[in-house]
């Protein structure tokens, strides 16, 4: 019989037990402070509300799913059968480990999964076995949601969000005794990791007023227009919906025809202006564009009643008007990102009727205009939920940015959630700087007429794709756009999905080239080519699905960046001399102005 590993009798032990049980009274009484403040009466009443909302949703969805799933007789004995198999499998694999066997794993984490990577987690074999029984009944669970019968799909998609939020929750990597890291850390430093941990849970929620504001960066390492957006350009136009930037050339020639950005209003332009080395901003403008960019107020309640029409002649059509007055040029190309490409193409249909022709060319990033297949956002989005939220709004004024934000965090909740609380929380470290998860935090309010409308035309009832939508009393037509398309979605995007992103594309009436760029929403978009990193697919066909597409796509190693350049340079124009800042307008402010720098309330 081969010989049994011994354990490091001092790899999982007490160094100084007064030190550690010091430690732990600390924690045990700020601990005893925190849920005190957490939980107190008074606690705003909406906050009480909108928390138990959420919880008997969550109740009932199961208790449908559990329902249909007990009258299954042949699906229960299939689901309890299964779980028993599983986990003999497991038991037996894992005894023969403990005797020196070398064996292959029942389950391992999927490739991306960052939470099992301390090598105690494979070599050791109890946190082996937690590991691997833990991933086997998230697996077990989901199946049995997927399998089960006579449930509508939206309620499956809902069981199946809440499952993985439960199960990201209770993974045992979440706890300092099933961690092997934290355990470590906890024995190493007689607990100084969780009195350092509990210090910085008391400032997120000193930070987020009452509310637990898991901090991803160091909020201080960064500021904006010093080592974020920072781009040289001068603001040259400004209403109450947004400041319109243009950037200084950075050529002698530049293309005639102006390059227009359209960001999203759910959270701030400077994704595209992180920093020189990430920047698409400084990259167009270095390849010859003059660039312009709409930079969106953080409203407040005085916008309340702005809407898809205030967003298209205050936003995108008075920026077109600034700019033509700025250059003396009539003819623009524009890009549109997430929402604010939904806003553009709405736009562009309303031109398109209306015999506007200032926009030849027109790109989207990651943008949907038909929501049929928008993947896991549609959980958060069904009538009751919609009414919920516009009752909200209607008190407020706004959906409150740092909602949107943790809806979105909820997507990749072990990435942007828990990974944060291990390192914050538990380990009792610092979070690291980093712009792009600082940017993420800069969270933006929207107006509640437009985030009504958004809710109800695009996600709840797809009224964009069906034609029942009109700006203006116009129908919103997206096959009278005829100009050329540069449509970009992302592999692994869980806002924009890209089957969604592909879907909607079709909808338009002239040439559309489709472009896939490897990773998700932000990374597969801020992408430098300097970096070398991903890759993208092409395909000249426009077969019905995305899956039929990528059949026959070329792949392309590195950025996308360089092909929309090549695409873009020949609907550009010719060259003429650059142009500074401000021309006839004049200039109110340096980049990147005042708006952005704006907090949610």
Excluded at 25 to 33: F, Q
Excluded at 85 to 94: E, G, I, K, P
Excluded at 461 to 484: E, H
Aim: glycine content about 6%.
């Amino acid at each position: 019989m081969p010989d049994v590993p011994q354990p490091d009798e001092n790899h999982f032990q007490i160094r100084d037990s007064e030190e550690f049980a010091q430690n732990l009274t600390k924690v045990a009484e700020r601990t005893g402070d925190l849920m005190a403040t957490f939980l107190s009466p008074e606690k705003p009443s909406d906050e009480k509300s909108a928390l138990g909302s959420e919880l008997q949703r969550m109740a009932m969805t199961f208790f449908d799913v559990g329902t249909h799933i007990a009258t299954d007789p042949k699906l229960l004995g299939e689901a309890g059968m299964d779980f028993w198999q599983r986990h003999m499998a497991l038991w037996q694999s894992s005894l023969k480990k403990i005797s020196g066997d070398e064996v292959t794993p029942v389950i391992e984490p999927q490739r991306s999964d960052r939470r099992f990577r301390d090598e105690d987690w494979q070599e050791n074999p109890v946190f082996d076995f937690l590991k691997q029984s833990y991933l086997l009944t998230a697996d077990w669970a989901h199946e049995v949601v997927e399998s089960s019968t006579g449930i509508d799909e939206h309620t499956r998609q809902k069981a199946d969000f809440y499952t993985t939020q439960i199960a990201n929750a209770l993974s045992p990597s979440n706890f300092v005794f099933t961690n092997p890291e934290i355990l470590r850390k906890t024995l190493e430093t007689n607990g100084a990791n969780l009195v350092a941990g509990i210090d910085h849970l008391a400032e997120d929620i000193e930070r987020g007023k009452g509310k637990i504001a898991i901090s991803q960066t160091d909020m201080d390492a960064f500021e904006v227009g010093k080592n974020v957006a920072i781009t040289p350009g001068k603001v040259i136009y400004q209403n109450a919906l947004m400041q319109l930037i243009q950037y200084s050339p950075s050529t002698e020639k530049v293309f005639k025809k102006p390059l227009l950005i359209v960001p999203p209003w759910i959270n701030k332009y400077y994704i595209l202006d992180l920093n020189e080395e990430k920047s698409f901003v400084k990259w167009c403008v270095d390849q010859g564009h003059t660039v312009f960019i709409i930079s969106w107020v953080n409203p407040g309640p005085e916008l309340a009643d702005k809407g898809f029409e205030n967003y298209m002649d205050e936003g995108i059509i008075a920026a077109l008007d600034a700019i033509e007055a700025t250059t003396g040029v009539d003819e623009i190309n524009a890009i549109g990102y997430c929402v604010g490409g939904t806003l553009l193409s709405m736009t562009l249909a309303y031109m398109a009727a209306t015999n506007d022709n200032r926009i030849t060319a027109a790109t989207f990033f990651t943008t949907q205009i038909d929501f049929e297949l928008a993947g896991e956002l549609l959980v958060f989005v069904d009538e009751e939920q919609v009414r919920e939220i516009e009752e909200e709004m209607a008190e407020k004024g706004v959906f409150e940015g740092r909602k949107m934000a943790n809806a979105f965090n909820l997507l990749r909740s072990n990435d942007l959630i828990w990974s944060y609380v291990v390192n914050n929380y538990l380990l009792g470290k610092d979070p690291f700087p980093f712009d792009l998860l600082f940017w993420n935090s800069d969270s933006t309010s929207m107006p509640a007429a437009i985030h009504s409308s958004y809710l109800r035309n695009c996600y709840l009832d797809n009224n964009l794709a069906k034609g029942n939508f009109a700006l203006k009393g116009i129908p919103i037509d997206f096959s009278k756009i005829k100009i050329p398309i540069y449509n970009l979605a992302t592999r692994e995007d869980h806002i924009a999905p890209a089957k969604s992103v592909y879907k909607g594309a079709k909808l338009f009436g002239g040439s559309v080239k489709n472009v896939l760029a490897a990773s998700g929403h932000i990374a597969g978009v801020v992408n430098p080519p300097d970096k070398q990193k991903y890759e993208y697919w092409t395909n000249t066909a426009r077969p019905a699905t995305l899956e039929k597409w990528l059949e026959k796509a070329q792949s392309h190693p590195g950025s996308w960046w360089p092909d929309w350049q090549k695409w873009i340079s020949r609907k550009s124009g010719p060259k003429v001399d650059a142009r500074p800042p401000g021309g006839p307008l004049g200039v109110i402010e340096d980049a990147p102005g005042s708006y952005v720098k704006k907090k949610a309330e």
